[in-house]
């Protein structure tokens, strides 16, 4: 077995305009890894996500999937090559159906010859197999991020990036879509990047935590240890 990180942020930097948003930030992801990516609001968790993604533009650094350089590739490149992202809020296009959506999702499959099918997906998500044919403006909240994740598993990811799936769902729920993630990390040996604020519950469902702070890396750990680590909680957790 190989120890090389699957996804490999190398000295990320990046900015809006003047302003330095992510600075100098490294992590590395291990092949069926399931990691937190934490901070306060504002700490630059979304642009992190957007520059992984091909959205951003790095002004330094490396993004690396097995070894291979993304960091310059636009985003519909991105996914093809294994980085799959559901945006905050999840990105449905609620004047579609369920299956429209989901089948939008497969025009960034790379590999003919081994395709997920739509078939799969929806195995993956019983309460959309009966609202298939249904607008996704009908679908609660957690359907609604049921239905994020399965359109971003029909591009079959190597990396499912998330950006903040529990916002504005209710504790139950925001439990459900983190054992799913588990489930599928578990079943399908897919590797998992959950950005979240929710940095109990994410920690609760998580390997391994990296804590953003106004653009860097402030600490990064075991989620268990993190979750025990007192001085982390009050100075970047809030909990
Ligand atoms: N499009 C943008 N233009 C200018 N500044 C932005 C933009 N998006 C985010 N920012 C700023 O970048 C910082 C990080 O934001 P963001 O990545 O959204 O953080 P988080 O997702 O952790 O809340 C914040 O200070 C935010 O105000
Ligand atoms: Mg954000």
Known sequence: MSTEPLLSVQGLTAHYGPVRVLDDVSLDVPDRGLCAVLGANGAGKTTLLRTLTGLHRATSGRVL??????TRLPAEKVITRGLAHVPEGGGVIVELTVEENLRLGGLWRSDRRDRTTFDEVMDLFPPLVERRTKSASTLSGGERQMLAI???LMARPKV???DEPSLGLAPLITKQIFTLLRDLR???GLTVVLVEQNAAGALSVTDHGFVLNQGRVATEGPSEGLLADDRTRHAYLGF
């Open 65 to 70: 999937l097995e070894g291979e350089d993304l």
């Open 160 to 162: 499912l990036l998330l």
């Open 150 to 152: 399965g359109r971003a």
């Open 186 to 188: 578990d079943h399908t």
